[in-house]
T-cell receptor, first 109, second 115 residues
């Protein structure tokens, strides 16, 4: 079956760095997405990786290893507003997104 | 209005009621989606429409009935729901439903409570 695994919850300190991991098993693979979802709001797009390596976008970076079925989202210089759930989703061979349950990130002062 | 809008934002209904959720996208996209989001569970894809044609129905019970009159509007008609159907219902759109880089834009969701 198809599956996405990511930690349920993580805690980090304001100003620090946090890495949220995601492993995936899908029927075929056409890329991996990260979305951010604040409580009570819509998920918003953060990043898309289809090739191996690191994509950097300001304070956020996303990494992909296709051979390992693994991705991570790296958040630097954490701010209180980064407290949210982070959703990992893999695009399978039918171009359907397979979603993880999300990682709730709690930022403490 | 910009992006993806959904109405109502909150809905409480009894098991015998009939109600409809509405989604509208102002992005010129051709694909629209309904998702169900329950606490601590992955997003569950319910229906996909591409160019107004339904291309995906993930074994959704018939008490949920989608309607897509044009590429900008999507409805979810609800009848005789069960308490376990209580969840956040999210609408999303994308350029189309095929292709790799296919970012989905989400609406704010309708928080549904079934009594």
């Amino acid at each position: 079956g198809q599956n996405i695994d990511q930690p349920t919850e993580m805690t980090a300190t304001e100003g620090a760095i946090v890495q949220i991991n995601c492993t995936y098993q899908t029927s075929g693979f056409n890329g991996l997405f990260w979305y951010q979802q604040h409580a009570g709001e819509a998920p918003t797009f953060l990043s898309y990786n289809v090739l191996d390596g690191l994509e950097e976008k300001g304070r956020f970076s996303s990494f992909l290893s296709r051979s390992k079925g693994y991705s991570y989202l790296l958040l630097k210089e954490l701010q209180m507003k980064d407290s949210a759930s982070y959703l990992c989703a893999a695009l399978d061979s039918n171009y359907q997104l397979i979603w993880g349950a999300g990682t709730k990130l709690i930022i403490k002062p | 209005e910009t992006g993806v809008t959904q109405t109502p934002r909150h809905l409480v209904m009894g098991m015998t009621n009939k109600k409809s959720l509405k989604c509208e996208q102002h992005l010129g996209h051709n694909a629209m989606y309904w998702y169900k989001q329950s606490a601590k569970k992955p997003l569950e894809l319910m229906f996909v429409y591409n160019f107004k044609e339904q291309t995906e129905n993930n074994s959704v019970p018939s008490r949920f009935s989608p309607e897509c009159p044009n590429s900008s509007h999507l409805f979810l008609h609800l009848h005789t729901l069960q308490p376990e159907d209580s969840a956040l219902y999210l609408c999303a759109s994308s350029q189309d439903s095929q292709g790799d880089y296919n970012e989905q834009f989400f609406g704010p969701g309708t928080r549904l409570t079934v009594l």
